[in-house]
């Protein structure tokens, strides 16, 4: 099963589940690479899945340190949540043993 396949059926879940904070992550993450797919007009394959993932991942991180300086917690919540979903998606990177 390719990475977009996993997301699409974790979104059935979450729209099933009435999840309305995964649902609208992911639906975030599909609409930025379905744009991406118009913008190139070709189809995404999980190495674009991936390019996105670490975009809007990057994009999370900057906002919660933006929102702890600005003294939100509330708005660093949200986003520390968008990007431990956003994060699961990711391949998991080797630790130094199994190098």
């Given at each position: ?13 979450a ?13 975030m ?14 189809d995404?394959d999980?190495s674009v ?5 670490k975009k ?44």
């Amino acid at each position: 099963m390719s990475t977009l396949d996993q997301i699409n059926s974790d979104l059935k879940a979450a729209m099933l589940a009435k999840d309305n904070a995964t649902r609208d992550t992911l639906r975030m993450l599909i609409s930025e690479i379905k744009r991406y797919e118009i913008d190139n007009r070709v189809d995404a394959d999980d190495s674009v899945v991936l390019a996105t993932l670490k975009k809007m991942i990057k994009q999370r991180k900057d906002s919660i340190q933006q929102y702890r300086d600005g003294g939100r917690p509330d708005l660093e919540e949200i986003e520390q949540n968008e990007l431990d979903l956003l994060d699961k998606y990711l391949p998991q990177a080797l630790n130094g043993d199994a190098l």
